[in-house]
């Protein structure tokens, strides 16, 4: 439940916003994360820590050039 929560999250953001904004996205997933999983299971979520975006090779590679 938490995984499908988090990638459809993580879906509402543009790559570029993962390295200017990675902590707000990281509270945001957080609040949805944990509000989710009060509702369907029940849970209370105390923390949650973004540490590894995967992107596609080629937009890495653009990033790193950069």
Do not use: C
Request: charged share 20%; proline share 3%.
């Amino acid at each position: 439940m938490a995984r499908d929560i988090i990638l459809q999250e993580a879906g509402n953001y543009e790559a570029p916003m993962y390295w200017k904004n990675r902590t707000k996205i990281g509270n945001e997933m957080l609040a949805t994360l944990n509000s989710h999983m009060q509702k369907g299971g029940y849970a209370n979520v105390t923390g949650f820590m973004l540490l590894k975006i995967s992107m596609p090779n080629s937009y890495e590679q653009a990033i790193v050039d950069t």
